[in-house]
């Protein structure tokens, strides 16, 4: 289980309740779209800007209950804009969303852990409150919660593909974590795991770990098949940080990602995870 691509996002899941399906299939559709237009194929950068803001048109349309002009996107957005006025969720976060995905366009350096977890905020949190609306259980510690894990979902990613994210010229490391442990770009470039490489890699990776534990709680919070689920991918992204240690934080040759075997383990420790596990 690479933790990446919303592949936590539980589409048509067996955990899911019949009638939620729609709206996270349709809510997945649209995330999963307007990621691709940011990052797949070889278009420029002014064309996947363009084709996102299509998406805000779209979107805005949507919002005030007029047809989406645009053929191309109309019928996927005729299905979005259902889920929103059926569950009223709160059109804000899908924008979140397409700000995050353009953000991604242009920028490739994050100054420090602050500046990251402000794009968080918009490309991860928005998918979990989303599903806190869908339930009706978005309470203000619950959103908390969620943020949390969801943060900490993009950070496991981050750190699981360091070597994919450098191809494509984007560093999700903090420059001042890079500064702090000694690391460089060319060192990044060469793969070089070295005592500076895990040192910095065992901070990351205890950050995200503790991130995911404070948001844990919300797992046994929210009741029957959701909160299954959600003690599933709380143990998933641990499991995943798990074998970024077992790893030596080797990330360059030895992509973390979860098995059979694993599954078994993330199984168990969901249905074994302690409510005060914080």
Not at 183 to 205: G, H, P, Y
Request: charged content about 25%; proline content about 5%.
């Amino acid at each position: 289980m690479p933790v990446d691509h919303y592949e936590n996002f539980p589409v048509a899941s067996l955990l899911l309740p019949a009638h939620l399906r729609e709206p996270v299939e349709a809510i997945y559709a649209f995330a999963r779209s307007a990621d691709d237009v940011a990052d797949e194929g070889d278009a420029k950068p002014i064309e996947r800007l363009a084709r996102l803001n299509d998406y805000r048109n779209a979107l805005n349309a949507v919002e005030r209950g007029q047809a989406v002009s645009d053929p191309s996107l109309a019928a996927m957005f005729a299905r979005l804009g259902d889920a929103i006025r059926r569950h009223q969720l709160p059109v804000q976060l899908l924008r979140d969303l397409l700000d995050a995905f353009s953000q991604d366009v242009g920028k490739t350096r994050y100054a420090d852990f602050d500046e990251l977890l402000d794009y968080c905020r918009r490309s991860a949190n928005p998918v979990g409150r989303l599903m806190l609306h869908l339930y009706g259980a978005a309470t203000p510690d619950n959103l908390n919660c969620s943020d949390r894990i969801c943060s900490s979902l993009q950070l496991i990613n981050f750190w699981q593909d360091v070597a994919i994210d450098w191809r494509k010229q984007r560093i999700y490391l903090p420059q001042d974590s890079l500064q702090r442990f000694g690391v460089t770009e060319a060192d990044i470039d060469a793969q070089c795991c070295d005592a500076r490489w895990q040192a910095l890699l065992k901070f990351e990776v205890e950050r995200a770990r503790a991130m995911m534990l404070a948001g844990a709680p919300l797992a046994h919070r929210l009741p029957g098949r959701i909160g299954l689920e959600l003690r599933l991918v709380v143990a998933g992204g641990l499991r995943i940080l798990s074998r970024i240690e077992a790893a030596g934080y080797d990330v360059f040759r030895h992509r973390p990602k979860l098995g059979r075997a694993d599954w078994l383990v993330v199984a168990w420790n969901a249905l074994c995870l302690k409510k005060n596990d914080q």
